[in-house]
């Protein structure tokens, strides 16, 4: 069964600070590994999708790594913003089961 | 328009009632999702369709059903609703690449 992890819980940084946030998963068989970002009492939205075959994605001040091998994905934010606080969650893909990390929760601080 | 929406945003209901929650989309994926939150567990799948005859439980379908009534709508029932049912229920569409495209969310309180 596949097990998502995310550390840490929660972070609390200051603007203008660089940070990473992090994903592992037991089961190296992923089809994809997916970022969201979730506002309190809001839906997930899709911030970068990592196929099996890729080592990252950027979009914008993000930039998600994948390494398969060892279960693990970053999501690098650059120069963070108060408006990038929310919770950021991992998901992979495997053979149509779908399994999410709990979230990190991050507040960015003026 | 929302690609992926929910109906309705919030329900508050009795232990025992039945409940149905609703979900449409317009961006012409077969496949679509149910999942819900939990305060510290992130989100749990609860079924799958994959199209309107194809229908798959996931992690925790114990308690719920699911109606596949058209491409565009997947519904999700709870025929009896107990306390710890209440949750965050998510809908969420699929495409080829597997990226997941999700609604706004039902809020469920059992009381």
């Known amino acids: 069964k596949q097990e998502v992890t995310q550390i840490p819980a929660a972070l609390s940084v200051p603007e203008g600070e660089n940070l990473v946030l992090n994903c592992s998963f037991t089961?190296?068989?992923?089809?994809?590994l997916q970022w969201f970002r979730q506002d309190p009492g809001k839906g997930l939205t899709s911030l970068l999708l990592?196929?099996?075959?890729?080592r990252e994605q950027t979009s914008g001040r993000l930039n998600a790594s994948l390494d398969k091998s060892s279960g693990r994905s970053t999501l690098y934010i650059a120069a963070s913003q108060p408006g990038d606080s929310a919770t950021y969650l991992c998901?992979?893909?495997?053979?149509?089961?779908?399994?999410f990390g709990a979230g990190t929760r991050l507040t960015v601080k003026p | 328009d929302a690609d992926v929406t929910q109906t309705p945003r919030n329900r508050i209901t009795k232990t025992g009632k039945r409940i149905m929650l609703e979900c449409s989309q317009t961006?012409?994926?077969?496949?679509m999702y149910w999942y819900r939150q939990d305060p510290g567990l992130g989100l749990r799948l609860i079924y799958y369709?994959?199209?309107?005859?194809?229908?798959n439980k996931g992690e925790i379908s114990d308690g719920y059903s699911v109606s596949r009534q058209a491409q565009a709508k997947f519904s999700l029932s709870l025929e009896s609703a107990i306390p710890n049912q209440t949750a965050l229920y998510f809908c969420?569409?699929?495409?080829?690449?597997?990226?997941?495209?999700f609604g706004p969310g039902t809020r469920l309180t059992v009381l």
């Open positions: 990592i196929q099996s075959s890729q």
């Open positions: 961006k012409g994926h077969d496949r």
């Open positions: 998901a992979v893909s495997n053979n149509n089961d779908m399994r």
């Open positions: 969420a569409t699929v495409d080829r690449m597997d990226e997941q495209f």
């Open positions: 369709s994959f199209d309107v005859k194809d229908i």
């Open positions: 089961d190296s068989a992923i089809y994809n």
